[in-house]
């Protein structure tokens, strides 16, 4: 008898589980108030660039506005817009996260223009040498690995939100392993240059983008070859 | 009996279909290697101890446990994360072969999550993606035909053995929400004529990304314009697709919207679309496996007697193995 009526509501089951899931995939991935109170990296030149750009093209349509307003806007209407998402996020927000049924789909959403890439220097016999630089075959020290996707997205974010941990634990695991391959360097120096892209006639015309060093790491190369291998 | 019964006495209908497991079966496979790859790629880089384990055993990242197996089992230490990752190697290779059934696919699901979401610093979309389809493939039987399972059940590896439909509706449904969040995401002005349609050209300029030097695009800049306003229109405009799935499951009510979608096939259109941008990522972009799982759910766009004929598609007619219904006319 039990049997017979759990087969009965089977299909009914089926139809509100599958209701559930739908809704929970489409409340899932809207935007999170988060990328837009803290998430986008507000101060990096991409965002703050991004922001001109659409104060010029507001003042042009008419609506007068600055790139400051704009962020405050935006900032201001995520923070109230975090209660009512976590509403409405909260009754699936175990289902996804167990399920697997995460979502967030964030690509490409503002392609960097402004992108930092990990070079890598020794110093040997009084000259600092270059070892690594990106998509290059001549220094291409670790290229393997910073090639992988994962350390590219990894290597994107600095670019993008800063971490000052993972960027130090990166940058001396890639020095650890310099200084052992490089017998000869004194010390090893790991930096990230960042540059503007250039507009496409300037890369026609056959410019080079020019950029600065930020977050320059030097390591006693001694000291890195006495540190136990993990 | 009223609108609302109706409307759930066809929901009980189209979710209680089963078909042919070829379509599901196929999307196994794809997502399969797209799992390996994701976790084969980072071993063969030697870059398990660097991504996955502890700063305090050889990582680059202090990694928090979490709450899920990690956790369980004793945080990201060197050697519980070669246990998961040596059992998610194991399981996903079983998933792509179609051998263990749902047990395999939901460990699969469970190692892998475990693995690729240990370091939040390095998850991608792909991971996602996997996960998604991989649940997905819990609920479903993604197993019955083309698989090792098969094969050792009915000594062929291909079976008529019939399965739930619903999870591929899940799929669809699923790749569909993909594209449209993201290009609902894309905020930046570069998408958009305001910004010249610059974004394709700028990603290409980033070395974040990209395969190999990719200056010579700017020679080609308004292929690169052409290429960032399709791909725009594409996410954006993909819920057509799902209002076309729904006017063919309902042809019966007519109309004139539903006439009109019954004249073409929309999936044709779209696939040779979201195929050309895949293989453009996939050979200018290193993001993964994004575009290999991607493209899997593309399988389950199209019913399993669907996939055993040539794409010369056209109007499926009759109950087509994608559980649409063509509208009454051409039923005949």
Not at chain 2, 251 to 254: S, Y
């Given at each position: 008898m039990l049997a017979r009526r759990m087969q009965a509501l089977g299909p009914h089951l089926r139809v509100l589980f599958v209701l559930f899931h739908v809704c929970g995939v489409v409340a899932m991935s809207l935007p999170a108030p988060a990328l837009f109170t803290h998430g986008m990296g507000w101060d990096t030149p991409n965002i703050q660039a991004e922001l001109r750009r659409w104060s010029e093209t507001l003042t042009r349509a008419g609506v007068t506005t600055t790139p400051a307003d704009i962020e405050a806007r935006v900032r201001r209407e995520a923070a109230r817009y975090a209660s009512a998402h976590a509403a409405f996020t909260a009754p699936f927000a175990g289902y996804t996260h167990w399920s697997g049924a995460r979502q967030g789909w964030i690509m490409f959403a503002v392609p960097q223009k402004h992108p930092g890439e990990l070079h890598v220097d020794v110093y040997e016999a009084g000259a600092w040498r270059p070892v690594y630089r990106p998509h290059s075959a001549e220094h291409d020290f670790w290229g393997r690995q910073l090639r992988n996707h994962r350390l590219r997205k990894q290597q994107g974010s600095f670019g993008r939100n800063f971490d000052r941990g993972t960027y130090d634990g990166l940058v001396r695991l890639i020095a650890r392993d310099a200084a052992r391959a490089f017998p000869d360097a004194t010390v090893v120096r790991v930096q990230l240059y960042r540059y503007a892209t250039l507009a496409p006639a300037a890369v026609r015309a056959g410019e080079t983008p020019e950029g600065h060093y930020l977050y320059s790491r030097g390591f006693v190369a001694a000291e890195l070859r006495e540190e136990p291998a993990p | 009996m009223s609108a609302l019964t109706r409307t759930w006495a066809s929901w009980v209908a189209a979710l209680g279909r089963r078909e042919a497991g070829t379509s599901l079966a196929c999307f196994r496979m794809g997502v399969g290697v797209a799992a390996l790859y994701s976790l084969l790629s980072v071993g063969l880089a030697g870059l398990l101890d660097v991504v996955w384990v502890d700063c305090s055993e050889g990582g680059y990242a202090c990694l928090q446990p979490g709450s899920g197996l990690v956790a369980w089992l004793g945080g990201p230490t060197r050697s519980v994360m070669h246990g998961l990752y040596g059992l998610a190697l194991a399981s996903t290779l079983a998933v792509a072969l179609g051998l263990g059934g749902r047990v395999s696919t939901f460990v699969a699901l469970q190692t892998y999550l475990a693995v690729a979401y240990?370091?939040?610093?390095?998850?991608?979309?792909y991971d996602l993606l996997i996960t998604n389809a991989l649940w997905l493939l819990v609920l479903g039987n993604g197993n019955a035909t083309l698989s090792l399972d098969a094969k050792l059940r009915t000594?062929?590896?291909v079976s008529a053995a019939q399965v739930a439909a619903w999870p591929r509706y899940l799929a669809v449904f699923q790749l569909l929400v993909v594209y449209t969040t993201t290009g609902l995401h894309k905020?930046?002005?570069?998408?958009l004529p305001a910004g010249d349609f610059a974004a394709l050209y700028h990603v290409f300029q980033d070395p974040t990304w990209r395969r190999f030097d990719m200056r010579w695009t700017a020679s080609v800049y308004p292929l690169t314009q052409l290429g960032t306003a399709v791909t725009w229109l594409f996410e954006v405009g993909a819920p057509v697709l799902l209002l076309w799935f729904y006017a063919r499951a309902t042809?019966?009510?007519?109309g004139r919207l539903r006439r009109a979608f019954a004249a073409r096939d929309l999936r044709v259109g779209f696939t040779a679309l979201g195929v050309c941008l895949h293989v453009g990522i996939l050979l200018t972009l290193d993001v993964g496996p994004f575009s290999l799982v991607a493209l899997s759910?593309?399988?389950?766009?199209?019913g399993p007697h669907e996939l055993s004929r040539p794409p010369g598609l056209g109007v499926v007619s009759g109950t087509s193995g994608s559980g649409i219904r063509a509208p009454a006319a051409e039923r005949g």
């Open positions: - | 240990a370091n939040p610093h390095v998850v991608g979309g000594g062929r590896f905020l930046s002005a570069d998408w042809a019966e009510r007519g759910y593309y399988f389950c766009l199209w």
